[in-house]
């Protein structure tokens, strides 16, 4: 039996995505239709990924504000990039192949993340302290990139440059069918353990004494995260609070915390408002380049919201 | 079978418990008793594998707890602990199933559902099946979490102060409940008491701590004495028979 609001929810992401396709087509149909379809599946992908990743995340950390960005983990990935520029000089990283340079960069979002949140998870330190250590690692680590950008040389700053702020419209399709494997693998993993996700967000000792183990899962989980914010870094670039928002959104619609729902209606509005949006931006705003920064915002007062109301509390 | 062998606990500097080593046979109600801060938490959360052990061994029915695999204690033991913050928005029910997870990994089979409307019934919860957690009394929330506990139909059951919270009815309904199923199915209860004359009135056998060690360990009306009570508590506590029971009137 599926959810009621599951499908509404269904039909209007595919009304979105025809939008997306077929409003105000022109001129050679098959070029545009490929190329529009290209970046249709590109933001899927985006927004499921960062929706999945957020719930995930939120999860495992035990709080709802949080997102894998607002703890830096994007900027860990593009930390990474620079990294390598920085490493290989500019000309090589340009002409090192695209997925080999993704690739690395999850390899090294993966350690990065386990060596700096687990400790965290492990200390269970309490949301506020959390929050503050994730905004810490966040600035230390977009500060040390702007700190390589400047040694770089200006060369091999303009490769950089390009992938430093969230951008809906100059999404990097190259890595497409890559990312799209790596989403795909992590989405399948992710559902089949949303049981065992219900049971972490009881919290730890009801779900060690339910017999998860709590270790393996959280490093399991925060694995899977990193891959999805690395899938949706290197397609659009960083999004602090769209996460936030989709899931956030998600919830209240549904009205329950269970990941067999949460998921796929996090994963549904994702794509609703990205390609939604984009096509609104596109065809009835003539400007498709500010997306990015009103979904932003409108995520930034979310958070606002959501941490205004946990203080209440 | 629990054995117990040589179990230490500190933190930092402070010992919490010193080399604690005793058996809890299968089958029967032992009541853990002790003055606040004796250590009985720590213990039953070392039993129930939600702290490392630092040393020592513990072992269920010969599986060591330190090392068998999370799933298969799970069948074995239910915990339920002094506080309890769950971090999920649920109704009762919901919770409740949860108690089903180490058997069915969360996809609730029509047996399962008829364990969770037993627990309901069981506990004076059906009324309240439907209800958010957060909307609940303490002790309804408490019942429920009792619920959850039983659910996970474990041979042994671990019971950190589940009377917290509950009036004079639910307390006795919740003690003869787990007598029941302690005489007719064979389970092992483990369960932490304040109120002396639940633990000499339910209770097969009594283990009391103080300072994170085991200071008597009998018979309820062996340790409910005026004598054995005085070096338990640190106090003076009368004690009357009635109907041939020892009971401790701590009240003046
Ligand atoms: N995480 C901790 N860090 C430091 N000390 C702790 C910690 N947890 C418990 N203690 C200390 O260990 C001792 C035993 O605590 P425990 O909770 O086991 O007592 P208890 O017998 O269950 O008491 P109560 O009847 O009040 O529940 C107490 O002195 C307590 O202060
Ligand atoms: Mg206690």
């Known amino acids: 039996m599926i959810d009621r609001r599951l499908i509404i929810l269904t039909l209007l992401a595919a009304v979105c995505a025809i939008a997306f396709l077929t409003l105000g087509l022109r001129g050679n149909l ?45 900027a860990l990935y593009l930390f990474a990039q620079i990294l390598l520029v920085l490493i290989l000089g500019g000309l090589a990283y340009a002409t090192l192949d695209a997925s080999l340079k ?37 600035v230390l680590f977009r500060s040390l990139h702007s700190l390589i950008a400047r040694i770089l040389d200006p060369n091999d700053f303009a490769v950089v440059q390009g992938m430093s702020y969230v951008n809906f419209n100059d999404v990097n399709t190259g890595l497409l069918a890559l990312a799209s494997l790596m989403t795909l693998c992590a989405l399948v993993l992710v559902w089949r353990a949303r049981h065992i996700l219900d049971v972490v967000a009881l919290g730890r000792d009801a779900a060690i004494g339910l017999g998860i183990d709590w270790t393996k899962t959280q490093v399991g989980c925060l694995l899977l995260v990193s891959v999805l914010v690395a899938v949706s870094t290197a397609l659009v670039g960083p999004a602090a609070f769209l996460g936030l928002l989709f899931v956030a959104l998600a919830e209240r619609v549904v009205q329950s915390r269970r990941h067999a729902l949460l998921i796929p209606a ?7 408002v990205l390609v939604g949006g984009q096509t609104l931006f596109q065809h009835a705003l003539g400007n498709s380049s500010t997306l990015g920064v009103v979904i932003e915002f409108a995520g930034g007062i979310v958070f606002l919201i959501l941490l205004w109301r946990g203080s209440r509390r | 079978m629990i054995e117990i062998n040589g ?19 299968k089958g029967g109600v032992t009541a853990l008793i002790g003055p606040n801060g ?34 298969v204690l799970a069948k074995k033991m239910a915990i339920l602990r002094q506080d309890n913050h769950l971090g999920s928005r649920l109704t009762v029910r919901e919770l409740v199933g949860f108690g089903r997870f180490p058997h069915s990994r969360g996809h609730l089979t029509a047996e399962d559902r008829k364990v969770v409307d037993e627990a309901l019934m069981l506990f004076d919860l059906d009324d309240l099946s439907g209800r958010f957690l957060e909307t609940l ?5 408490q019942r429920a979490l009792v619920a959850m506990a039983y659910c996970q139909d474990t041979d042994y059951l671990l019971l950190d102060e589940p009377l917290n919270n509950l009036d004079m009815y639910f307390a006795r309904d919740l003690m003869r409940s787990l007598r029941r199923i302690a005489d007719e199915r064979g389970k092992t209860i ?5 109120d002396i004359n639940y633990a000499g009135t339910f209770a097969d056998r009594i283990l009391a701590m ?22 338990i508590y640190g106090f003076e506590i009368p004690v009357t028979t009635i109907d041939g029971r020892p009971v401790a009137l701590p009240f003046r």
């Open chain 1, 102 to 138: 993704f690739a690395i960069g999850i390899a090294a979002l993966m350690i990065l993340s386990c060596v700096l949140i687990l400790p965290m998870l492990r200390g269970r330190l309490d949301m506020g302290l959390m929050l503050l250590a994730g905004v810490v690692l966040g």
């Open chain 2, 137 to 141: 009394s303490g002790g309804q929330r």
């Open chain 2, 190 to 194: 483990v369960i932490v008491l304040h």
């Open chain 2, 210 to 231: 103080r300072n994170g060690r085991i200071v008597a360990d009998g018979r309820p009306d062996e340790l409910i004495t005026t004598d054995m009570l005085n070096t």
């Open chain 1, 30 to 74: 098959g070029f545009v239709l490929t190329l529009r379809a290209t970046k249709l599946a590109a933001l899927i992908e985006v927004g499921i990924a960062i929706a999945v990743s957020t719930v995930v995340f939120q999860t495992v950390t035990a709080n709802r504000i949080l997102t894998p960005s607002i703890m830096g983990i994007d």
């Open chain 2, 38 to 71: 004796a250590g009985k938490s720590s213990l039953l959360a070392l039993v129930a594998r939600l702290q490392p052990l630092q040393s020592g061994a513990i072992t269920m029915d010969g599986l060591s707890v330190a090392s068998t695999p999370g799933k």
């Open chain 2, 7 to 25: 179990v230490s606990l500190a933190y930092d500097v402070t010992n919490i418990l010193s080399d604690i080593s005793v058996t809890i046979p």
């Open chain 1, 266 to 272: 996090a994963a549904l509005i994702a794509v609703i």
